[in-house]
């Protein structure tokens, strides 16, 4: 079989990952075709109007999954985010972020091994902010029951399906009564409704905060809204080797965007030094999400290929700086190939 999928090359080290990744997924022969579309700056500089063209999302309507590289968003002013605008636009609700210890890479803590599961479409992160008077701006948290609910159901889901034992659900109810207070009230009803073979606990966010870095093994689904899973991403990242080792998903009924949790990293964006895993990694979560959907069994097994070749990689010492090493984002992506 041989399947179509949308390349989302993004701002800053977007391309240049997203490159390495792409070789890597060809030395592997996976049977993907790629439809390059724009978003973010690029679509700009590339003489278009919109940072979100609506060829770009029609699409990914059109073949349902896309690999997506990070897309710049001003700090303070300027523009709205394309990645908001794109996860709301595509109804992209639930976002996956997996969290795993890797061999080779030393950190504080070994067998880390979480999901952090973001509902992507609403809370203070929807951006709704208002200047009420010269010096005065609010800005509105929302909280509905259809996305709490469905947000709690997609994680014990996918608990359930991966064989994942316990949801953790951090929050701020005692202080956000009303919103956060709905959010867990829904989780609560999904996993008595439906899920009382997972272990549920439900914590508040700045004590699991504590507690993550005091010691992430004990934690296995994490449950939350979209703030709180923006920040958290980052934090379990830095649990594990940074930014530069960690993908996701973001899913919804119809479609799907497959994204590393970094950012377009400015700093070190066109050096060529910029880890191309965590892009890798969310084209291998890509593949499987493929491979399950058409019970494609060896898309599966190109995909776990991949998977154990940058895992080896690790391994033998191939790492980018972030990590310690010294390879280039491109001599990486070719420790990996020879690995294959
Ligand atoms: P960032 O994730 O781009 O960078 C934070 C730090 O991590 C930087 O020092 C960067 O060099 C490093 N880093 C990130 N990815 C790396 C990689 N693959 N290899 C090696 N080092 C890596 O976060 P920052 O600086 O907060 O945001 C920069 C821009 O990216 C902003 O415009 C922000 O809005 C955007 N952004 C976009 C996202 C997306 O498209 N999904 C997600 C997060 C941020």
């Not at 090359?9 to 240049?16: H, V």
């Not at 590339?46 to 699409?59: H, V």
Request: proline share 3%.
């Amino acid at each position: 079989m041989k399947y179509t999928a949308v390349l989302v090359p993004g701002d800053g080290i977007g391309p240049e990952v997203a490159s390495a990744a792409l070789e890597i997924l060809a030395a592997a022969k996976a049977p993907i075709d790629w439809v390059e579309c724009l978003a973010g700056v690029a679509a700009l500089e590339a003489g278009g109007k919109d940072l979100l063209p609506t060829a770009t999302i029609e699409a990914i309507r059109k073949h349902g999954v896309a690999l997506k590289g990070p897309c710049t968003t001003p700090v303070g002013g300027g523009f709205s985010s394309v990645n908001v605008a794109m996860r709301k636009t595509l109804d992209l609700y639930g976002a996956i972020r997996p969290v795993r210890s890797l061999n080779g890479v030393k950190t504080r803590f070994e067998n880390v091994d979480l999901v952090v599961v973001r509902e992507n479409t609403e809370g203070l992160y929807a951006g709704i902010e208002n200047e009420i008077t010269s010096g005065v701006v609010t800005s509105v948290k929302v909280a509905t029951r259809v996305a709490c609910l469905r947000i709690a159901e997609f994680a014990f889901r996918y608990a359930v399906h991966r064989n994942r034992k316990k949801v953790s659900v951090f929050h701020k109810a005692n202080i956000m009564k009303l919103s956060d207070g709905m959010f867990i009230k829904c989780a609560r009803e999904v996993h008595e409704s439906k899920f009382q073979s997972i272990e549920y606990e439900e914590l508040i966010i700045d004590a699991a905060c504590m507690r993550l870095v005091q010691d992430p093994t004990r934690f296995d689904v994490l449950l939350m809204e979209n703030l709180y899973g923006d920040v958290i991403s980052d934090l379990c990242a830095g649990l594990v080797g940074g930014l530069g080792v960690v993908p996701g998903a973001n899913l919804g009924e119809h479609c799907a965007i497959f994204e590393a949790v970094h950012g377009s990293a400015p700093d070190i964006a066109g050096k060529g030094v910029a880890n191309p895993l965590a892009i890798t990694m969310s084209a291998v979560m890509m593949l499987n999400y493929i491979a399950e959907k058409h019970s494609d069994t060896s898309l599966a097994a190109i995909a776990t290929r991949i998977r154990t070749a940058y895992d080896r990689a690790l391994v033998d010492g191939c790492k980018t700086r972030d990590l310690g090493g010294k390879l280039g984002t491109n001599e990486f992506a070719k420790a990996v190939i020879e690995r294959l």
